[in-house]
């Protein structure tokens, strides 16, 4: 589409709104499922010994974190790729290949003399999944106006991220069905059967329809289209490099909390199922994500993120109270309960923050110009590409989350890693607070 305006009300209302949400809810189940593809690991790797595979618990955490290491490096490609390419083309063409690694990981895992090394390169191509993330709401910021890129980006994120609860979620149920199996059952110690291979093989189709109705049902904005080289000036302007660490504190918590819980619930709380409990969170963050955009929008992002972080500050000090130690088993529901409270702020703070980029950009940009004007439409072109190309960037790097807190969890203490979580929210609260919630910020969003 050559001619887009969707600050013109006349515009939006005839033919933008329809349009856009199309887009919107093509992109959502498309992005949800890519998150399923990078999370599987999450779940697999805790039934691994139980059906016959000799890896360590730390080589098991690994194994989950290696698809945060490959999907956050992805999304930095991804996220100025996408913008070239176009929605539409780039959904459906990011969405097909996932199908590859998950054919994969359905043949090893039946086998358990499968090698550590095959598991790890299988891990990293699920970690592809994540990078769609960025292209995602990249491209999809384009098709909303000002008032409505919260909402949007909160329903695209949110509902997106809510792959992470649906794998935590079915995968210890579909593994069970026999009638759905393609290959042959492995089995516990106790004898009972288990098809861990459907945990992958299920999503096959699924992927497949997705990829077809992107290719079909969406569209691609030329005014979207971007070239790297115009795209890279990002990298010279600071509030890129704030708005990328408030967001790593924010959906990087998220995503590395959702990844690390269901080994740390197996490890740390052991008479506890892993089935019943992981989901929630991720469940409850992905979820606030869309009420944070929304409430960004009404009150304004920078307040809605200084009280995620506080929020999540206290919620993990909670988490660590409840732990076991000194000889004390500690607090399942306390820990559980913390750590869905941590969830909740997390997906908040994903939602505001986002809100804040576009914000920030159009007021940096259209700062003393006069609306109407060619010089106005010039920096308004400006800012809504600079905007996408921050969010997608942004969220690449916060993605490293899904590495570093399981990794952080299989090489050093929890209670210290916990606290060293707890210090860095208090710089993002510091960070947000000066550059864009005090009175006379320099960025107010």
């Known amino acids: 589409m ?27 189940p498309a992005l949800l499922v890519a998150f399923v593809v990078w999370q599987v690991w999450s779940v697999t790797a805790t039934n691994l010994k139980d ?12 194994l989950t974190a290696i698809p945060g290491l490959t999907g956050g ?3 930095i490609f991804y996220t100025f790729l996408g913008p070239m390419v176009g929605q539409r083309r780039f959904t459906a063409l990011s969405t097909v290949v996932l199908i590859v690694p998950l054919i994969w990981l359905g043949i090893a895992i039946q086998d358990p003399s499968t090698s550590y090394g095959v598991m790890v390169a299988i891990a990293a191509l699920c970690g592809i999944g994540g ?3 960025a ?9 909303f106006p000002k008032a409505k890129k919260g909402s949007a980006t909160g329903i695209n ?3 997106g991220n809510l792959g992470v609860s649906v794998v935590q979620l079915l995968t210890p149920i579909v593994i069970t069905w026999s009638t759905i199996a393609i290959g042959s059952a492995q089995h516990k110690a106790d004898g009972t059967p288990v098809y861990l291979q459907n945990a992958a093989f299920i999503w096959v189709p699924v992927l497949l329809v997705l990829a077809a109705v992107a290719w079909f049902g969406q ?4 005014v979207a289209s971007t070239p790297f080289s115009k795209q890279k000036v990002i990298f010279k302007r600071k509030h890129n490099w704030l708005m990328t660490w408030l967001y790593v ?3 990087g918590s998220f995503i590395g909390f959702a990844a690390a819980l269901p080994m740390l619930i197996k490890t740390t709380f052991p008479d506890y199922s892993v089935a019943t409990y992981a989901w929630m969170g991720p469940a409850v963050g992905a979820l606030a994500r869309w009420a944070g955009g929304w409430i960004a929008d009404k009150w304004g992002g920078a307040r809605v993120t200084i009280l995620s972080f506080v929020g999540m500050a206290i919620s993990i000090i909670g988490v660590i109270n409840f732990l076991p130690s000194g000889g004390g088993g500690g607090s399942f529901y306390g820990f559980f309960f913390c750590f869905l409270a941590a969830f909740l702020f997390s997906g908040i703070g994903n939602g505001s923050t986002f809100r804040q980029i576009p914000v920030i950009f159009r007021g940096t940009h259209l700062k003393g110009l006069t609306e109407g004007t060619p010089e106005y439409a010039r920096a308004l072109k400006q800012a809504e590409m600079e905007s996408g190309a921050v969010t997608g960037f942004t969220s690449a790097i916060a993605a490293y989350g899904f590495f570093f807190i399981p990794a952080l969890f299989g090489s050093v203490a929890v209670t210290s890693a916990m606290w060293g979580f707890v210090a860095f929210y208090a710089s993002c609260t510091v960070v947000t607070w000066w550059f864009y919630a005090r009175k006379g910020a320099e960025a107010p969003s």
């Open 249 to 251: 504190g924010t959906f």
């Open 2 to 28: 050559t001619d887009w305006e969707p600050e013109n009300e006349l515009f939006w209302k005839s033919v933008g709104k329809k349009v856009a949400n199309r887009n919107l809810w093509i992109a959502v």
């Open 131 to 133: 990078a769609n993330f």
């Open 73 to 75: 490096t992805a999304r």
């Open 135 to 143: 292209s995602s709401l990249a491209n999809i910021g384009f098709f």
């Open 219 to 222: 569209n691609d904005l030329k």
């Open 51 to 62: 059906v016959g595979f000799s890896f360590s618990t730390s080589q098991l955490f690994w």
């Open 157 to 159: 994120g949110g509902l």
